[in-house]
């Protein structure tokens, strides 16, 4: 891309050159069994750890064994983890050893029909699981069997496995809740006021606390992360709409960042922590929104962040309704920016709609060369080329007490040979394999 002349080039290029000084500082003190980050890698140990891994927010909510009648004895309510301890196993069976699951799900104790942020039902929203509930403006953490209890057991279970967690401590979007739950109970008017009015962050660093705190102590965990995707907007029909004019920018943004990641580095001095992000940039006169900074992106600006151990960035081209050429660039970009910061990014999600879905949804179709298989394989090799760490978005099973885990079209059933061969399996072979060279 190009850049315009001026100063806020200047500023931009000043930025792209500078590399956190803080990258890997004070990684002799963490405990055995704590990654982190040093230079352009993760190390765990001492040693490189560069890993293939999935995405499976469901854990909390799915690992639960209730009668028909739940609500009706809901103080008899016991939890029993025999789902996430298969999904855990097989995912450990496959080869990956970094799994990203949600830490929250926020929910009215009123549900109003038809009121923002409209959440509910998605995915497994039918879960009885919740980790805070919110009644006249204010939160209440449930700390109970139905609460933070169900997120111990998978922690427990992480560390019994071996599997690392990447844990999301809030959502952009309404799905469980999410930032608009803290902002409409506090009283804000747009999406973006998460970021900058003080009552709502407090509330949000509230919650923050209770879940770093909870856990700071287990190796289970392999970083905190800030939101899933934060932006200035969300969809515009389920969450509040966006503030007008250019209140909403990366330098909002970064602030937010900053300072929610030295809040947790004081409560959790070993743990890594990353923002979240979808990983768009900030050229200056770019047109593309994922280079032109339009959602608060600029990440040079995020991963120099000192406070920012690492870099995330996913992606979508069904959604964003890019090609598979823009995809392949858009990986390649950010492999050269952890070259150039030396600091890790992680291709944190990605996914490619089976044809049936994109028909059905986006009424297109793609070119016949251009399957699932023969794209993300593209994407790992490119990734791989990096030296990125890599997850996909998601990791499918079945078999489970409730059937198979759900399928919003980008879902990968490990059972499904035909993709889960190459880009689950043998996927995870290459990487381990690089890594292996890696630590010798």
């Known amino acids: 891309m190009k850049f ?28 055995k069994g704590f990654p982190y980050a040093d230079g352009e890698h993760f190390k765990l140990d001492g040693k490189p750890f560069l890993f293939a891994g999935s995405n499976a927010y469901w854990f909390p909510f799915i690992n639960v064994s209730l009668p028909s009648n739940w609500h009706l004895q809901i103080l008899t309510y016991r939890q029993s983890p025999p789902d996430v301890k ?34 509910g039902g998605e995915g497994a929203g039918a879960s009885p699981v919740y980790f805070q509930s919110w009644k006249d403006g204010k939160p209440t953490i449930n700390y109970g069997p139905t609460g933070l209890e169900a997120m111990d057991k998978v922690v427990k279970l992480a ?5 690392k967690l990447i844990m999301a401590l809030t959502n952009n979007w309404a799905d469980y809740g ?12 747009y999406h973006d006021d998460f970021y900058h009015v003080r009552k709502i962050v407090k509330a949000f660093k509230k919650y923050v606390k209770a879940v770093v ?18 932006r200035c907007k969300a969809d515009g029909v389920r969450n509040l709409p966006r503030s007008e004019g250019t ?8 602030a937010w960042i900053a300072e929610m990641g030295r809040y947790i580095k004081d409560i959790d001095e070993h743990h890594m922590v990353t923002w979240g992000g979808e990983g768009e940039f900030f050229y200056e006169g770019a047109e593309d929104w994922a280079y032109a900074g339009s959602d608060g992106g600029n990440f040079y600006a995020e991963l120099a962040l000192d406070e920012m151990d690492f870099g995330t960035f996913h992606l979508y081209p069904d959604w964003w309704t890019k090609t598979v050429e ?71 099973l079945c078999g489970l007490s409730f059937g198979c885990s759900t399928n919003d079209g980008f879902t990968i059933y490990v059972s499904n040979t035909e993709e889960a061969k190459p880009l689950i399996y043998d996927h995870a072979k290459k990487v381990n394999a690089v890594n292996a060279k890696l630590r010798d």
């Open 4 to 31: 315009s002349t001026g100063a806020a080039a200047l500023a931009l290029l000043a930025t792209q050159s500078i590399a956190s000084p803080t990258s890997g500082k004070g990684h002799n003190k963490r405990p």
């Open 159 to 163: 560390e019994q496995t071996g599997v």
């Open 178 to 189: 999410g930032m608009d739950m803290y902002t409409v109970n506090l009283g804000g008017k």
């Open 326 to 396: 823009w995809s392949n660039q858009w990986i390649i970009d950010h492999g050269k920016a952890q070259k150039k910061l030396q600091k890790p990014v992680l291709f944190e999600e990605y996914g490619f709609l089976n044809p049936a879905d994109r028909l059905a949804w986006l009424n297109r179709t793609v070119a016949a060369n251009e399957t699932r298989v023969a794209v993300m394989s593209e994407w790992q090799r490119l990734s791989l080329k990096y030296e990125m760490g890599d997850m996909y978005w998601q990791l499918g």
């Open 86 to 119: 298969i999904a855990m196993e097989t995912a450990v069976k496959a080869g990956q050893k970094v799994i990203r699951t949600w830490a929250f799900n926020d929910k009215n104790e009123t549900f109003v029909p038809g009121g923002l942020p409209q959440y």
């Open 247 to 254: 209140n909403c920018s990366y330098v909002m943004m970064d």
């Open 213 to 230: 705190s909870r856990y700071k102590d287990s190796p289970a965990i392999f970083a905190w992360e800030l939101a899933n995707e934060p």
